[in-house]
């Protein structure tokens, strides 16, 4: 394999290498942004949705009842303006969950069941309202399961959403960003002991025969010199013998100019292959920004959370506050004996009613505590999934250092080819110098002779290693040798 062939495989394998690592980092990086965009752009406001249905059924609820306890028809139009909250809510999280069509289909079947189960209730407590007589405590009571398993559908619904899938799309994140940070360290290794390999052949194979054979020309050149003092009979043999001798290492330094070419063009790709890891720097940091601005929206989940839950307890508040004054009422009632009766009875219905608004506002406080306590978990998870990009956010600049300090090395070696060239320059110079000198030489024409065939022979042997040729005429060679020691200073 020539000096070119040599050239061309080292480049072409860093350059394949490189390749195949941005393509694996393109493939990564793609991965990682996909399971975010399902994370953040379906399933986060998905799961916001369903947690706001979820509150204001329970407001509906709640005003039906306060409707009912009051006979207040009119307390009924706050529970209208809460089942459309609901059913606004719902048709959000169907929306961001059509995605994937089974929880498109789990939202479509609770809009209807929540349809379903306003209109029964909306005539029941109108009814009831209207005329207190004809009120049905069993369909009270069924009306209050049914609203119970709708909620518990919606909040199940949420939790399958804003827990499962969410952490699972978080972990694929996570997993992603392993097997490209992996990936990237492996290459990285291989491309280090790509480029360490080429160097060691470039200078065992090319540098080390160069230098040899220019200091042999260099030793020829000067005895040419020495013995041109003393030729004049064959001044213009060796004339047209020292022009071949300047033609051929115009050969050599053309050959040069071609190494240093490449060497700049192996220089350019390593300039490349450290803009195209910058960009990949900047793909991870943006990356980083995107979790943190989840982060952000997760901390204002929880404490939009918190404020629900200091409202839950106001209400229990004022159910404590209802209970005493139904109390009271009823010990009045008794005071007035046959004639307060039925202020007696209305007492101790108001006493049951806000003894169950006070239960189902601790339930809800209790569910509100578990969805604050989940979402907090989720924020840690989010913590983690940060530091970890935060992690490969640093080995990329680390990776860009070290591709910039190889583009460095690439760049010395060019400068180096370069005074190699330089120096070819010079020994041509010397040639003719000696060629002019040789014009006044008469009087050792055949050692002159010889040199002259001993230069030949390491003129040939230097475009053998140039040209590619991995064998020579062993007679030639033999020849070489013993021209070459038979003047070599005892």
Same mark, same amino acid.
């Given at each position: 394999?020539?000096?070119?062939?040599?050239?061309?495989?080292?480049?072409?394998?860093?350059?394949?290498?490189?390749?195949?690592?941005?393509?694996?980092?393109?493939?990564?990086?793609?991965?990682?942004?996909?399971?975010?965009?399902?994370?953040?752009?379906?399933?986060?406001?998905?799961?916001?949705?369903?947690?706001?249905?979820?509150?204001?059924?329970?407001?509906?609820?709640?005003?039906?009842?306060?409707?009912?306890?009051?006979?207040?028809?009119?307390?009924?139009?706050?529970?209208?303006?809460?089942?459309?909250?609901?059913?606004?809510?719902?048709?959000?999280?169907?929306?961001?969950?059509?995605?994937?069509?089974?929880?498109?289909?789990?939202?479509?079947?609770?809009?209807?069941?929540?349809?379903?189960?306003?209109?029964?209730?909306?005539?029941?407590?109108?009814?009831?309202?209207?005329?207190?007589?004809?009120?049905?405590?069993?369909?009270?009571?069924?009306?209050?399961?049914?609203?119970?398993?709708?909620?518990?559908?919606?909040?199940?619904?949420?939790?399958?959403?804003?827990?499962?899938?969410?952490?699972?799309?978080?972990?694929?994140?996570?997993?992603?960003?392993?097997?490209?940070?992996?990936?990237?360290?492996?290459?990285?290794?291989?491309?280090?002991?790509?480029?360490?390999?080429?160097?060691?052949?470039?200078?065992?194979?090319?540098?080390?025969?160069?230098?040899?054979?220019?200091?042999?020309?260099?030793?020829?050149?000067?005895?040419?010199?020495?013995?041109?003092?003393?030729? !004049? =009979?064959?001044?213009?043999?060796?004339? %047209?013998? &020292? @022009?071949?001798?300047? +033609? #051929?290492?115009? $050969?050599?330094? /053309?050959? !040069? =100019?071609?190494?240093?070419?490449?060497? %700049?063009? &192996? @220089?350019?790709?390593? +300039? #490349?292959?450290? $803009?195209?890891? /910058?960009? !990949? =720097?900047?793909?991870?940091?943006?990356?980083?920004? &995107?979790?943190?601005?989840?982060?952000?929206?997760? $901390?204002?989940?929880?404490?939009?959370?918190?404020?629900?839950?200091?409202?839950?307890?106001?209400?229990?508040?004022?159910?404590?506050?209802?209970?005493?004054?139904?109390?009271?009422?009823?010990?009045?009632?008794?005071?007035?004996?046959?004639?307060?009766?039925?202020?007696?009875?209305?007492?101790?219905?108001?006493?049951?009613?806000?003894?169950?608004?006070?239960?189902?506002?601790?339930?809800?406080?209790?569910?509100?505590?578990?969805?604050?306590?989940?979402?907090?978990?989720?924020?840690?998870?989010?913590?983690?999934?940060?530091?970890?990009?935060?992690?490969?956010?640093?080995?990329?600049?680390?990776?860009?250092?070290?591709?910039?300090?190889?583009?460095?090395?690439?760049?010395?070696?060019?400068?180096?080819?370069?005074?190699?060239?330089?120096?070819?320059?010079?020994?041509?110079?010397?040639?003719?110098?000696?060629?002019?000198?040789?014009?006044?030489?008469?009087?050792?024409?055949?050692?002159?002779?010889?040199?002259?065939?001993?230069?030949?022979?390491?003129?040939?042997?230097?475009?053998?290693?140039?040209?590619?040729?991995?064998?020579?005429?062993?007679?030639?060679?033999?020849?070489?040798?013993?021209?070459?020691?038979?003047?070599?200073?005892?």
């Amino acid at each position: 394999m020539g000096i070119r062939g040599k050239l061309f495989w080292s480049i072409g394998a860093l350059a394949l290498g490189y390749v195949f690592f941005f393509a694996l980092m393109a493939i990564t990086t793609s991965t990682v942004q996909r399971h975010l965009h399902v994370a953040s752009d379906f399933l986060f406001p998905g799961a916001s949705n369903l947690q706001l249905a979820e509150s204001s059924s329970q407001r509906v609820a709640k005003s039906y009842k306060d409707a009912l306890m009051l006979q207040d028809p009119s307390a009924l139009n706050t529970g209208d303006t809460e089942t459309r909250a609901v059913l606004s809510a719902l048709e959000a999280a169907k929306e961001k969950l059509s995605y994937n069509s089974t929880y498109g289909q789990k939202a479509s079947e609770l809009i209807a069941r929540y349809q379903e189960l306003h209109e029964r209730a909306r005539g029941a407590y109108a009814k009831a309202i209207a005329n207190p007589a004809s009120a049905d405590p069993n369909m009270l009571a069924t009306l209050d399961r049914d609203q119970a398993a709708v909620d518990k559908a919606i909040d199940e619904l949420r939790t399958e959403v804003g827990s499962t899938s969410y952490r699972a799309e978080l972990e694929s994140v996570t997993s992603a960003n392993h097997v490209q940070a992996v990936l990237g360290i492996a290459l990285f290794l291989l491309a280090l002991v790509v480029a360490g390999g080429s160097l060691i052949i470039m200078e065992r194979k090319v540098s080390a025969p160069l230098r040899e054979l220019a200091k042999n020309l260099a030793l020829r050149a000067n005895r040419v010199s020495d013995s041109a003092d003393q030729v !004049s =009979e064959s001044s213009e043999s060796l004339s %047209q013998s &020292s @022009s071949r001798q300047a +033609s #051929s290492i115009e $050969e050599i330094s /053309a050959s !040069s =100019e071609e190494i240093r070419a490449m060497a %700049q063009a &192996s @220089s350019d790709s390593c +300039s #490349s292959t450290a $803009e195209l890891v /910058a960009m !990949s =720097e900047a793909k991870t940091i943006e990356s980083n920004s &995107s979790l943190n601005e989840l982060i952000r929206a997760m $901390e204002g989940i929880t404490a939009a959370s918190g404020k629900i839950s200091k409202v839950i307890a106001i209400i229990d508040t004022i159910a404590f506050q209802t209970n005493i004054l139904a109390l009271n009422a009823a010990v009045e009632a008794a005071r007035a004996g046959d004639a307060g009766l039925g202020f007696a009875v209305v007492a101790e219905e108001v006493r049951t009613l806000s003894q169950r608004c006070a239960e189902a506002a601790r339930d809800s406080a209790e569910l509100l505590g578990e969805s604050i306590s989940k979402s907090q978990s989720g924020k840690a998870r989010l913590d983690d999934v940060t530091a970890a990009i935060a992690g490969i956010t640093e080995e990329s600049s680390k990776v860009k250092r070290l591709v910039d300090e190889i583009n460095l090395r690439s760049r010395e070696q060019t400068q180096g080819i370069i005074q190699i060239s330089r120096s070819l320059s010079g020994m041509e110079t010397l040639t003719q110098q000696s060629a002019a000198n040789a014009e006044s030489s008469s009087s050792v024409a055949s050692t002159l002779k010889t040199e002259s065939r001993a230069l030949n022979e390491s003129v040939r042997i230097l475009s053998a290693v140039v040209e590619g040729k991995t064998q020579l005429d062993n007679k030639s060679a033999l020849n070489a040798w013993d021209i070459q020691t038979q003047f070599e200073p005892a």
